[in-house]
T-cell receptor, first 114, second 116 residues
Framework: AQSVTQLDSHVSVSEGTPVLLRCNYS??????LFWYVQHPNKGLQLLLK??????LVKGINGFEAEFKKSETSFHLTKPSAHMSDAAEYFC????????????FGTGTRLQVTL | GAVVSQHPSRVICKSGTSVKIECRSL??????MFWYRQFPKQSLMLMAT?????????EQGVEKDKFLINHASLTLSTLTVTSAHPEDSSFYIC????????????FGDGTRLSIL
């Protein structure tokens, strides 16, 4: 069985300050991990993915995440937040043995203030 | 890149109406598509996996007679909410498995269904 826990339902940062969105996972297999972003009334856009290659993964729009097996974590970071980053972020896990079935975290709403 | 188109984007209808939502893969063949439901400020919950040419696989607790899924071609899957009631109001999102494996699934923009 696989699961994902997003530790914060809501994060608020000031524009220009760092962003940290936390995610812990549980998986029976070697997991693939993803971060997706969802803007209001829209589908999901892939930010980045980890699939057992480099543990530090760089994605679009300046986001990156580090896979830490010892901590079962895959936190999402960005050095400097922009107003356009305000959205819902989902951490997602996929067991390689379940044919790309995805399990979603509960989401973190990122608010960016001036 | 791969694009999934979902239509309509928004539906408002009376209780008892059946509503069909279409999900199309525009530039690739999708043998497997997925249907999700998302309640306000909640995560996506997988409803069913749609396989071209065969019956859909429903997740536990999802009524197959209520949510009819048809995947008759490699580029189209449809979800029909039969005899919809206010509790069926939700945001429905489809996705298609990426044949190139760049990412696991490509998502449509969703359908906001409101039952009065």
């Amino acid at each position: 069985a696989q699961s994902v826990t997003q530790l914060d339902s809501h994060v608020s940062v000031s524009e220009g300050t760092p962003v940290l969105l936390r995610c812990n996972y549980s998986s029976s297999y070697s997991p693939s991990l993803f971060w997706y972003v969802q803007h209001p009334n829209k589908g999901l856009q892939l930010l980045l993915k980890y699939t057992s290659a480099a543990t530090l993964v760089k994605g679009i729009n300046g986001f990156e995440a580090e896979f830490k097996k010892s901590e079962t974590s895959f936190h999402l970071t960005k050095p400097s937040a922009h107003m356009s980053d305000a959205a819902e972020y989902f951490c997602v896990v996929s067991d390689t043995g379940t044919a790309s079935k995805l399990t979603f975290g509960t989401g973190t709403r990122l608010q960016v203030t001036l | 890149g791969a694009v999934v188109s979902q239509h309509p984007s928004r539906v408002i209808c009376k209780s008892g109406t059946s509503v069909k939502i279409e999900c199309r893969s525009l530039d690739f063949q999708a043998t497997t598509m997925f249907w999700y439901r998302q309640f306000p400020k909640q995560s996506l919950m997988l409803m069913a996996t749609s396989n071209e040419g065969s019956k859909a696989t429903y997740e536990q607790g999802v009524e197959k007679d209520k949510f009819l899924i048809n995947h008759a071609s490699l580029t189209l899957s449809t979800l029909t909410v039969t005899s919809a009631h206010p509790e069926d109001s939700s945001f429905y999102i489809c996705s298609a498995r990426d044949p190139q494996g760049v990412q696991p699934q490509h998502f449509g923009d969703g359908t906001r269904l409101s039952i009065l």
